[in-house]
C-alpha cells in the first residue's frame, strides 16, 4: 500500500482536526521515534481484539494497539501496559455505526463515500445496511497525556511513521499458522489424484493391528496408495517420528500417494505426495482406498452434518441433544454467555464452559484476575492464566451477554451515538494459545472433547495460579489390583486420574428384541434402496455400565513375578479416594470393523444422583498373598542381529508414562525412561529422567534398533569411533539394571568398544572410587529443588488428593452429535441457580428437555454428607 492510497482510503489528506500547526506534529514525535517499530513478517499484530479482554474497535473505547509490541489492548487494559512499559505512542483504532441521513444524495450531511472500511472485523448482523453504516477510524495516541494525532498525515508525519502505521493496517491476522509445517487449510488437490494407476495385487489392508513392513514400527505408518504397502513416515510435518521407509520406497519405486493410517474417516484422511512434498487433497479418496478394502464413506456427511438420508428427525440425536423444534428461551447475562464457533471449535466451547461454571475455576482464574494480569509477562497472549482469566472474565461477567435493547427505545439510543451489541465471545486468541504446538487441536478439524479435557487439565497441572490448584477437583488416586489367574497372588498399585472412563454395556441392552428387528428392516430397505425404518435405539441400564466397570479385565501381555513366566492375569480398579468433582465418560467410540470410527448410539439413563461408595478401594484383603517384586528378566540375545526385542522390551507401562507426562516432562521422554528402567513403576523412571534431561536428545523418540547394528561391529568396525561415540542406550540400560553406574556403564562400553560381555568385565575387575557418588547426589539434590512442585515421588501428591463420600449429584453434560468424534458437533448442558440451560455455541437458552440420556461427558459434583 502506497501512503497515497491509504490517504485516499481515508477520505482526505490532511489530519481532520489538527491542533497544533503543521511541523509540531513532527517534532512531538521525535523524542518516542526509537520506540516505534515497523512490523516484520514475523510479528504478530493484535489489532482486532485486546489481550486482556474480548474489546475491539467495535467496542466504545475501540483497540489501543502498541506501536512497538504490536499487542492490543482495551481501555480499561492500556494503562496497565503504558506503565509496566513505559511504551507511548498507540494507534487507537475505531469503527463507528453511523446513522444514514434520509435522502443522502442533496441531504443535510455531505455523504463522504463509504470507502471507510479498512478493518477487518465481523459485522454486527442485527444492524440493518440501510439505516446505518460503518466507518472506521485510526489515530495515533501519546501517552500519558493522550494527545491525538488524526490518521493519514502525510505532511506533518515523519516518513518512519506513517510506514509503520501502513504496515500496522494492512499486516495479516496473528492467527494465521506460523510455521509453514503445520497443516493449513488451503491444501491443494495432487495432480497426482486424477491419473493415479493402482496395482491389481490382491493387498487388503485390515482395520488396525498395523506395523511397517521394514521395521515393525506401529506408529506413524502411511498406506502407499499405489501398491497398498504399509510403511513409516520420518519427521513429516506432525512431529511424529520414524524411520523413513515410506520416502525410502518412493525414491525406489517412485509411487507418489500415501495416506496415514490412523486419519481415515468419513470426512477425509490425511494425505501426502512425496512427489510434491507437501500434504495435498485427493479428491479421489474414497475410490483410492476402497482398492485395498477399506470403506471410509460408509457414513456420507452433508453440509448441516446431517446424512442424505437421515431418519425422522423426532428422533435423530441432532434433534434430540439441540432441543430442536422447541421454542427455547435466550438467557443473557453473567454465566450466560456464548462462544463463537471458530469452525470445528465447538468442543472447546463445550469444555470451557462446564469448567467455568467450577466455583474452583471461577475463583483461581476470575478471583485472581488483577493480581494475574498485573503479573502477566510482556506477551500476555502467551500466557496460560492470563488467557484463562481473560476467557472465565469473559464467559461470567455479563459484559457479552446483555438482552436486547427494547424497541421503542431504539429511536432516542440512536440519536446519542448508537452502541452496536456484541453479544458472546471468540476465543480465538485463547484457542491459538492452548493449542500451540498440538497437532490436532491447532488444526481446524473436530476433536474429542475428552482428550481436549485432559490436554487442558494437563496445562493447568503446568501453569500454577496461587496456592491451589484448580485441578485438583477433578483428581482422584485409582488403585489397581492385578492377579495371577494362576497363582491367585495380587499386586496393588495406585495412579492417578481426572476421569472415570464407564463402559458401554450392549448386551445388557433392555430392547434387544427390538433392535434386532431394527437391523433387520434396515437391511432390507437398503437392499430395496427404500427410506430406512424409524431409528431404535439401545436402551443400556446405567447399573449395568457401573457393574461393566467393576469387574476384572484380562491383562494382556502378563508376566508373573510368582511363575517367572507368562500368564494369564486380570485387573480391577477401585477409586483409592473420590475427587470433588466427577467427569464421566461414556465409551461410545469404537473402530467398527470396516475401519470407520463408531460411535455407538445408545440412550444411558444417567441419574441425577450418583452414588459410588461401594467401589472404594479396599487394599490386600486377609488371605491375599502378593506377588513377589521381581522385575521381568532382560534376555541378552545370542545372536547379535537379533535385537533385544523380546516380549519384554515390546511393552511399554502407558499408566507409568502418563504419570511422568503429567509431571510436564515431554511425552517421548517419558517413554523411553519407563522403557529403559524395565517398566518397573513411575518412581524408578522419574530418576532416570532426572539423570538424562540434559542430553541433547532427552526428547527424541526412542530408537531400538542400533543394538544389534553396533554390537556386531565390536571392534573391527568401530575401532576408534567408539571412543568418543555414546555407547547405545540399550546396553547402557542392561549395565545400569543390574545396579552400575550410569557413568560407569558408559565408561566400560567405551573402554571396549561397546562389547556388553567385557565391558562387564571391566567393570568387576575396576572397582569404582568412593568419591563418585559425591557430585551426582548434589545433582539430584538441586533437581530436586527445582522439581519440588511437580514430583509425584516426594509424597507432596497426598495433600493434593480431595478425598471425601462418593455420593454425587449430576450439574452439567457434554454431548456429541455425528458418527465420529472427528467429524459432526458438541454442545453442553449445564444447571444453573437451578435450572437446566444448554450451550450451543453462540446460543444460550434455558433447557426444556435436557437429554441427559445422550451425553458423552458427564460432570457430578460430590454431596457433602
Avoid at 47 to 52: D, G, H, R, V, W
Avoid at 332 to 350: D, E, Q, R, W
Avoid at 422 to 430: A, C, L, T, V, W
Avoid at 665 to 684: D, H, I, M, S
Wanted: proline share 6%; net charge negative.
Amino acid at each position: 500500500h502506497s501512503s497515497m492510497q491509504r490517504a485516499a482510503l481515508f477520505g482526505g489528506g490532511g489530519g481532520g482536526d489538527a491542533r497544533m500547526a503543521a511541523g509540531d506534529v513532527g517534532e512531538l514525535l521525535v523524542p518516542y521515534m526509537p520506540t516505534i517499530r515497523v512490523p516484520k513478517s514475523g510479528d504478530r499484530v493484535y489489532k482486532t481484539e485486546c489481550a486482556f479482554s474480548y474489546d475491539s474497535p467495535d467496542s466504545e473505547g475501540g483497540l489501543y494497539v502498541c506501536m512497538n509490541t504490536f499487542l492490543g489492548f482495551g481501555r480499561e487494559h492500556i494503562e496497565r501496559h503504558y506503565r509496566k512499559t513505559g511504551q507511548c505512542v498507540y494507534m487507537h483504532l475505531k469503527r463507528h455505526v453511523i446513522e444514514k441521513v434520509p435522502g443522502a444524495s442533496g441531504g443535510a450531511l455531505p455523504k463522504r463515500r463509504n470507502a471507510k472500511l479498512f478493518l477487518d472485523l465481523e459485522t454486527n448482523g442485527d444492524l440493518s445496511s440501510d439505516d446505518f453504516e460503518y466507518e472506521d477510524e485510526a489515530k495515533l495516541v501519546i501517552f500519558p497525556d493522550h494527545y491525538e494525532i488524526s490518521l493519514p498525515n502525510i505532511e506533518e508525519l515523519p516518513a518512519l511513521v506513517t510506514i509503520a502505521c501502513d504496515a500496522l493496517l494492512s499486516a495479516k491476522s496473528p492467527y494465521r499458522k506460523q510455521d509453514p509445517d503445520s497443516w493449513e487449510e488451503e491444501l491443494q488437490a495432487s495432480k497426482h489424484a486424477k491419473t493415479l494407476v493402482q496395482l491389481d495385487n490382491g493387498v487388503r489392508i485390515p482395520p488396525s493391528g498395523w506395523k511397517c513392513s521394514k521395521c515393525d514400527l506401529r506408529e506413524n505408518l502411511w498406506l502407499n496408495l499405489t501398491d497398498g504397502s504399509v510403511l513409516c513416515g520420518k519427521w513429516f510435518f506432525d512431529g511424529s517420528g520414524g524411520n523413513g521407509h515410506a520416502l525410502e520406497h518412493y525414491k525406489e519405486m517412485g509411487y507418489p500417494l500415501a495416506v496415514k493410517l490412523g486419519t481415515i474417516t468419513p470426512d477425509g484422511a490425511d494425505v501426502y505426495s512425496f512427489d510434491e512434498e507437501e500434504p495435498v487433497l485427493d479428491p479421489h479418496i474414497a475410490k483410492h482406498l476402497a482398492h485395498f478394502g477399506i470403506d471410509m464413506l460408509q457414513m456420507q456427511v452433508t453440509e448441516n452434518g446431517l446424512r442424505d438420508n437421515d431418519i425422522k428427525p423426532r428422533v435423530s440425536e441432532w434433534e434430540v441433544i439441540q432441543e430442536a423444534g422447541m421454542k427455547l428461551k435466550p438467557m443473557y447475562g453473567p454465566g450466560y454467555t456464548g462462544m463463537k464457533n471458530l469452525g470445528n471449535s465447538c468442543y472447546l466451547n463445550a469444555v470451557m464452559q462446564a469448567i467455568f461454571t467450577i466455583p474452583e475455576f471461577q475463583r483461581a482464574y476470575v478471583g485472581n484476575l488483577p493480581r494475574i494480569f498485573d503479573y502477566s509477562p510482556l506477551d500476555p497472549t502467551q500466557d496460560f492464566n492470563t488467557q484463562m482469566a481473560k476467557l472465565g472474565h469473559g464467559l461470567l461477567s455479563g459484559q457479552y451477554s446483555k438482552p436486547p435493547v427494547k424497541s421503542e427505545l431504539i429511536e432516542q439510543v440512536m440519536k446519542e451515538e448508537h452502541k452496536p451489541q456484541h453479544n458472546g465471545i471468540s476465543p480465538r486468541m485463547f484457542k491459538a494459545f492452548i493449542s500451540k504446538g498440538h497437532p490436532e487441536f491447532s488444526s481446524n478439524r473436530q476433536q474429542d472433547a475428552q482428550e481436549f479435557f485432559l490436554h487442558l487439565i494437563n496445562l493447568v497441572e503446568r501453569n500454577p495460579v496461587g496456592s491451589e490448584n484448580p485441578s485438583d477437583v477433578f483428581r482422584f488416586l485409582v488403585e489397581e489390583r492385578t492377579q495371577c489367574c494362576q497363582s491367585r497372588k495380587v499386586r496393588y498399585t495406585e495412579r492417578v486420574d481426572y476421569i472415570m472412563q464407564l463402559p458401554v454395556a450392549m448386551e445388557a441392552a433392555t430392547n434387544k428384541d427390538e433392535l434386532i428387528a431394527y437391523e433387520l428392516k434396515r437391511r432390507e430397505a437398503e437392499a430395496a434402496r427404500r427410506a430406512p425404518p424409524e431409528l431404535v435405539r439401545a436402551k443400556v441400564p446405567f447399573s449395568a455400565c457401573l457393574q461393566a466397570f467393576s469387574e476384572p479385565n484380562n491383562v494382556d501381555d502378563f508376566w508373573s513375578s510368582a511363575l517367572q513366566a507368562k500368564s494369564a492375569g486380570v485387573k480391577t480398579s477401585r477409586f483409592a479416594s473420590f475427587p470433588e468433582y466427577l467427569v464421566v465418560q461414556i465409551k461410545k467410540f469404537t473402530f467398527g470393523l470396516d475401519w470407520v470410527p463408531k460411535k455407538l448410539d445408545v440412550s444411558i439413563e444417567m441419574p441425577d444422583i450418583l452414588d459410588i461408595n461401594h467401589l472404594r478401594a479396599m487394599g490386600l484383603q486377609p488371605g491375599e498373598e502378593e506377588l513377589p517384586d521381581v522385575a521381568p528378566p532382560i534376555i541378552i540375545p545370542d545372536d547379535p542381529k537379533d535385537r533385544m526385542m523380546n516380549h519384554f522390551m515390546e511393552y511399554i507401562d502407558e499408566s507409568a508414562v502418563m504419570q511422568l507426562a503429567e509431571m510436564g516432562f515431554p511425552l517421548e521422554a517419558c517413554r523411553k525412561a519407563v522403557y529403559y528402567t524395565g517398566n518397573l513403576g513411575a518412581e524408578v523412571a522419574f530418576n532416570w529422567i532426572i539423570a538424562h534431561m540434559e542430553e541433547p536428545d532427552f526428547a527424541e523418540p526412542l530408537a531400538v534398533s542400533a543394538f544389534g547394528g553396533v554390537a556386531s561391529t565390536g571392534v573391527t568396525g568401530l575401532g576408534a569411533v567408539g571412543l568418543d561415540n555414546q555407547p547405545p542406550e540399550e546396553m547402557v540400560a542392561i549395565i545400569v539394571s543390574m545396579g552400575f553406574q550410569r557413568n560407569v556403564a558408559i565408561q566400560a562400553l567405551k573402554t571396549t568398544n561397546n562389547n556388553l560381555e567385557r565391558a562387564l568385565e571391566w567393570i568387576f575387575s575396576h572397582p569404582e572410587p568412593e568419591e563418585e557418588s559425591e557430585s551426582a547426589l548434589d545433582m539430584m539434590d538441586m533437581e530436586n529443588n527445582v522439581n519440588a512442585n511437580i514430583l509425584a515421588a516426594t509424597g507432596s501428591e497426598e495433600s493434593r488428593i480431595k478425598d471425601g463420600p462418593g455420593r454425587y449429584e449430576l450439574f452439567g453434560f457434554i454431548s456429541h452429535m455425528g458418527t465420529s468424534t472427528m467429524s459432526g458437533h458438541y454442545v453442553c448442558h449445564l444447571k444453573k441457580e437451578g435450572r437446566w440451560v444448554i450451550y450451543n455455541d453462540l446460543r444460550v437458552c434455558a433447557s426444556e428437555r435436557p437429554p441427559k440420556d445422550l451425553g458423552y461427558i458427564y460432570f457430578y459434583h460430590r454431596i457433602p454428607s
